[in-house]
């Protein structure tokens, strides 16, 4: 079972956000600090930690996040233009919130994949 963190939070509705879809499988809400016009974070309402904690059985969830990814970007206008979808893992990765959550980012060209 992984550690509570404040995603779990906004997931049970205990902690505030500006969530935009919400099913029994997946939360999506807007970063707290966001780095693009649109920076929409999407996170499987279990709580699962890593990408390293993913299990056979959590298929079903992850695909699910990209087909709310797809509607999402529609819904805020970006589809055509573009976005980027990121998936940080553990320090070297830059993840700071121990929930795994894609990141949905757009609105402006996000520039380079990774920093030199
Ligand atoms: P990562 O580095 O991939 O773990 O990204 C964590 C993101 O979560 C970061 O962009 C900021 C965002 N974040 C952290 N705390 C909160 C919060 O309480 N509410 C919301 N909406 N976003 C948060």
């Known amino acids: 079972m992984s550690e509570d963190t404040i995603f779990g939070k906004i997931v049970r509705g205990e902690a505030p956000a500006d969530i935009v ?5 997946v939360t999506a809400f807007r970063d707290i600090t966001p780095q693009a016009p649109t920076h929409i974070l999407i996170v499987p309402n279990k709580a699962i930690a ?3 904690d993913v299990k ?4 079903e969830t992850l695909g699910h996040m990209f087909v709310v990814a797809a509607r999402l970007a529609e819904e805020e ?3 055509d233009d573009g976005y980027r979808l990121i998936v940080n893992c553990n320090r070297d ?3 700071i919130v121990f929930h795994l959550h894609m990141h949905l ?3 402006r060209p996000i520039g380079r ?3 030199r």
Do not use: Y
């Open 21 to 25: 879809f919400q099913d029994d499988r």
């Open 50 to 52: 890593t990408v390293n």
């Open 56 to 59: 056979p059985e959590d298929e």
């Open 77 to 79: 206008g970006i589809a």
């Open 93 to 95: 990765g830059g993840q």
């Open 105 to 107: 980012l757009g609105g």
């Open 113 to 115: 994949m990774v920093a």
